[in-house]
């Protein structure tokens, strides 16, 4: 899922810098317009959300793990 959220911002983001350049060179005008690219930037903010707070998730029960582990440790000690 985390690898999925990261493919589509990343396309995204891609995607919105190609029509922003198109824009100022007036190609691919038929698929270029403002609405269009804040829709590709909304989606780049979402899924970047998404894809962080998954990570911070992920990283917050590592770091549990670790500190369970650690006080284990100690007490054999």
């Known amino acids: 899922m985390k690898k999925t ?10 995607l919105f ?3 922003w350049i198109s824009s100022k060179f007036d190609f691919l005008t ?3 317009s403002i609405d269009f690219r804040n829709i590709l ?13 998954m990570e911070v998730k992920d990283k917050n029960a ?3 793990e670790l ?5 284990k440790g100690n007490k054999d000690i």
């Open 30 to 32: 038929k698929y270029n």
């Open 41 to 53: 930037v909304l989606i780049y903010l979402f899924t970047s959300l998404k894809y962080f707070q």
């Open 67 to 71: 500190k369970l582990k650690l006080k």
């Open 17 to 19: 810098g190609i029509l």
């Open 5 to 14: 959220l990261k493919i589509i911002s990343t396309v995204s983001i891609i």
């Open 62 to 64: 590592e770091i549990q």
